[in-house]
């Protein structure tokens, strides 16, 4: 059983009464849910992203077989990430259409980003697909048995920029969040 606050219930109360005020009464759940499917899958995404940049520092700890081995995982997850996140930022224009069509009839009108944020998601896809390029060459020049440090460093040196990227993204993301459910 569950015991709640009188705090926590006065906060719950007061945030949907203003949901209900500013949105003429009613509480659209399923706009709500359609708007909440992108912050959610993206909050697994930032971890994903982080658990991938990492391989900067374990790719130092490791040798031989399992070093082998490793790489070819983060090979194979830096794919799966560049459709993964292809997945997402669709999802968030999938669910602004839901919030459009459900407020206003019209699934274009909420549809076009009209913050930093949402500019941000597809030039952030648009660089992430780059460095998944570069990624590729270096796994070519490799195995083509070319030197491929400089390959090596600039997708390394994509990697930070990405994360950097990524995170003032979330942030922005979360700040957002306050403007579209408010």
């Not at 909420?110 to 990624?135: D, Q, R, Y």
């Amino acid at each position: 059983m569950f015991f709640y606050s009188k705090t926590e219930i006065l906060t719950a109360s007061i945030i949907y009464d203003y949901h209900l005020e500013a949105n003429g009464g009613t509480l659209d759940l399923v706009r709500t849910l359609a708007l909440l499917a992108h912050p959610v899958l993206a909050c697994g995404l930032l971890f994903w992203i982080w658990w991938q940049y990492s391989w900067r520092k374990k790719s130092t700890l490791v040798k031989g077989e399992e070093r082998k081995e490793a790489l070819a995982r983060h090979e194979k997850m830096g794919n799966q990430l560049v459709w993964a996140t292809f997945i997402v930022i669709l999802i968030a224009f999938i669910g602004r259409a839901i919030a459009g069509w459900r407020s206003n009839g019209d699934v274009f009108s909420e549809i076009w980003p009209t913050n930093l944020h949402g500019f941000m998601g597809p030039i952030g896809f648009a660089l992430l697909l780059v460095l998944a390029k570069l990624g590729k060459q270096t796994k070519s020049a490799r195995i083509a048995g070319e030197k491929f440090t400089h390959l090596k460093l600039k997708h390394g040196r994509a990697a930070d920029f990405i994360i950097i990227i990524a995170i003032i993204h979330a942030f922005l993301g979360f700040l957002y969040l306050f403007t579209v459910l408010g």
